[in-house]
C-alpha cells in the first residue's frame, strides 16, 4: 500500500510540473486557442491512461465512481451534463495537453527522422502549424517518457497496462 501512495504523490509532481510547462504554452496561444469549458470535441470514448493515472482518478473520485452515472457512450465518460470534465483536476496527461499546436519526430518515407505537427481542429484555423517556433508547440516526447517511467515503477518491471477511462466506473448490478 505504502507504494501506491508514493506513486499517487509521485503522478501529482508529475502534473504540478506538467502544468507549469502548458501554462506557458496557453499563455503564448491565448488568443489562438478556442478552448474552454464544455468544449468536448477532444474528449473520446476510447481514451485510455496508464495505469497510475487510473488509480489516481480511482484515489480522488471513489465516490463519483461508485455512485455516478458515466455520460452516455461516445464521448468521455468523465463528463458531466454540460459537457464539463468532472474530474478536470485530477485528469490524466492527455487531457492536460489538448488543443495545443503538438509537435513530435517520426519516421518518413525513406526512414529519415520528420518532423510532424498537428493541433485541434477547432484551433487549426487560428494558427498556422509551420509557422510556430519548436517551444512554441507541445513536444511530444519529453513528458510520456516520464510517464512511462512512473508506470514502470508502479508496475515493478511488469507489462505496463493502461485502461479506458469508462472502465473505472463500478458497475451496477
Known amino acids: ?9 509521485t503522478i501529482d509532481d508529475f502534473y504540478n510540473e506538467l502544468d507549469i510547462f502548458v501554462k506557458k504554452l496557453h499563455e503564448i496561444h491565448r488568443q489562438r486557442l478556442s478552448c474552454k469549458y464544455g468544449c468536448s470535441s477532444c474528449c473520446m470514448d476510447d481514451i485510455t491512461v496508464f495505469e497510475i493515472e487510473a488509480e489516481n482518478i480511482k484515489s480522488n473520485y471513489k465516490y463519483l465512481l461508485k455512485s455516478g452515472k458515466p455520460y452516455p457512450e461516445g464521448k468521455c ?6 459537457e464539463g470534465c468532472r474530474i478536470y483536476e485530477h485528469r490524466p496527461y492527455v487531457c492536460r495537453t489538448q488543443g495545443l499546436p503538438l509537435r513530435w ?28 517556433k519548436e517551444d512554441e508547440c507541445w513536444n511530444i516526447g ?3 517518457k516520464k510517464m ?3 508506470q514502470q ?14 472502465s473505472l466506473f463500478i458497475k451496477k448490478d
Open 1 to 9: 500500500m505504502h507504494k501506491k501512495i508514493k506513486a499517487l504523490k
Open 77 to 82: 465518460a468523465f463528463l458531466d451534463e454540460k
Open 105 to 132: 519526430i517520426d519516421y518518413g518515407d525513406n526512414d529519415e527522422f520528420v518532423e510532424m505537427r498537428d493541433i485541434c481542429s477547432l484551433n487549426e484555423k487560428r494558427i498556422n502549424l509551420e509557422e510556430l
Open 142 to 144: 519529453p513528458f510520456e
Open 148 to 150: 512511462a517511467e512512473l
Open 153 to 166: 515503477a508502479l508496475s515493478c518491471g511488469q507489462e505496463m497496462k493502461r485502461a479506458a477511462l469508462r
